[in-house]
């Protein structure tokens, strides 16, 4: 073998192999992070997990459906932004801390996803200045239907698509937006539309043939 060739691969076989220290790093980090996702890990242990410095450690700990309120408090404000958002989709998350990040435009749209919505922040997101927050309320599902009523005369179209598309969405609201010519595109597929305004639009696209 020439020696260019014998060189090359002792420097890729340098570049594969870990030493030692690196290996036990590397393990210390695994069982770290197995414990920190582990449902029977005992809450003073999460607690110091919660604050380690590899972020990877926290993330595990912030999605741990066992995590108690004080340690999803703290990570709450956790400098990096995916331990948060963890935080942010955690079902025992309560309300003051779902609160605390809505008012991170960056986590706020999770949180009006969010199935287990608290009526007085879905209420408040549904008056946010944001469309793509405003149309996340208006497609959820557990959204309040007096929620969805107020929506109703929302300018932007695609909150209002929303609204038509939402089986939470009272019927008397459907029968009215379906009807918006903004909306027709919507009212032709959607599951909801009255058959009434389903034969007015087809005879519409008829007269325009």
Not at 25 to 37: E, F, P, S
Not at 133 to 146: D, F, G, K, L
Request: a positive charge.
């Amino acid at each position: 073998m020439p020696d260019h060739t014998r060189c090359r691969g002792d420097r890729e076989h340098r570049r594969t192999v870990r030493c030692p220290r690196e290996v036990a790093v590397a393990i210390d980090v695994y069982k770290r992070q197995g414990l920190a996702r582990s449902t029977r890990t005992p809450p003073a242990e999460l607690a110091r997990l919660s604050r380690d410095p590899d972020k990877s450690i926290r993330l595990a700990v912030a999605s741990n459906r066992a995590a108690p309120m004080a340690i999803l408090k703290r990570l709450a404000k956790d400098e990096d932004w995916s331990v948060r958002r963890e935080v942010a989709v955690h079902p025992a998350a309560p309300l003051s801390i779902l609160e605390l990040l809505a008012e991170d435009d960056r986590l706020v749209g999770e949180i009006a996803r969010r199935i287990d919505l608290p009526e007085s922040l879905g209420r408040r997101l549904a008056a946010s200045p944001s469309t793509s927050v405003r149309q996340a309320i208006s497609e959820n599902p557990t959204t309040p239907a007096a929620i969805l009523s107020s929506m109703e005369a929302d300018e932007t179209h695609w909150v209002r698509r929303g609204l038509l598309w939402n089986p939470a969405t009272p019927d008397d609201v459907v029968a009215r937006l379906e009807w918006a010519r903004d909306l027709i595109d919507a009212a032709c597929v959607c599951t909801r539309t009255s058959a009434a305004r389903l034969q007015s639009l087809s005879s519409s696209q008829r007269a325009d043939v």
